[in-house]
């Protein structure tokens, strides 16, 4: 009976991890996965690609991370960078971890780097969360990200997860689970992958500065 049981349930799993297979594919998740991992690699080489060649030809930038780290208290830049990544990523967070290879403790500069953009992006979810109290605003934000939201509702976490991943904008996906009430516990959880976005960039980025 026990193993009669243990089959069943063995079947059960297989079954609905076919069913979300067909879901994904129907909903076209993988390709919508496929190209924004492309274009996250394409990105990646192209920051690093223009990085190198100002470097080369027009600007010393490690003087002028050097310059920004002696000049600016990592107090300020930590407060600018928290406030882009509340607003829409004002700035690219490769720019951040770049200076931040410069720290006396690189790592631990990251890492707060990385504690700063999770934290935006709670503040945006919230901020998301309550426009519901201006409808003009609310409704102009939800024609701005549609497409955000309709993928945000079709996916779930698993979008969630790609804006913290890939170069799709954290802040925008947060903004769209506060503006869709997405639970906010599942949405925490997913989040954390941004912490991982960030160690893999500075792995690359790191052996450059």
Not at 55 to 73: C, G, I, K
Not at 111 to 138: C, D, E
């Amino acid at each position: 009976m026990a193993q009669n049981n243990k089959a069943i349930t063995n079947q059960s799993g297989i079954t609905k991890l076919s069913v979300l297979n067909r879901y994904y594919k129907i909903t076209h998740f993988y390709s919508f996965l496929k190209s924004t991992a492309i274009k996250g690699g394409i990105v990646i080489v192209i920051f690093v690609a223009v990085l190198l060649a100002l470097e080369y030809f027009f600007l010393d930038f490690n003087s002028l991370l050097n310059t920004l780290v002696a000049t600016y208290s990592p107090k300020i830049i930590f407060s600018f960078f928290l406030l882009s990544e509340t607003v829409l990523g004002l700035v690219p967070p490769e720019i951040f971890i770049a200076w931040a290879s410069k720290a006396g403790t690189p790592w631990l500069f990251l890492f707060t780097l990385a504690t700063m953009s999770y934290v935006g992006g709670i503040i945006t979810y919230f901020i998301g969360n309550r426009l519901f109290l201006i409808p003009a605003v609310k409704n102009h934000i939800e024609n701005k990200i549609a497409l955000h939201i309709s993928n945000l509702r079709r996916w779930g976490g698993l979008f969630v997860f790609i804006g913290a991943m890939l170069p799709l904008p954290h802040s925008i996906v947060s903004l769209a689970c506060g503006l869709i009430k997405y639970n906010f516990k599942h949405y925490l959880l997913w989040a954390l992958f941004r912490y991982v976005r960030f160690v893999i960039y500075a792995m690359v980025i790191f052996q450059i500065f």
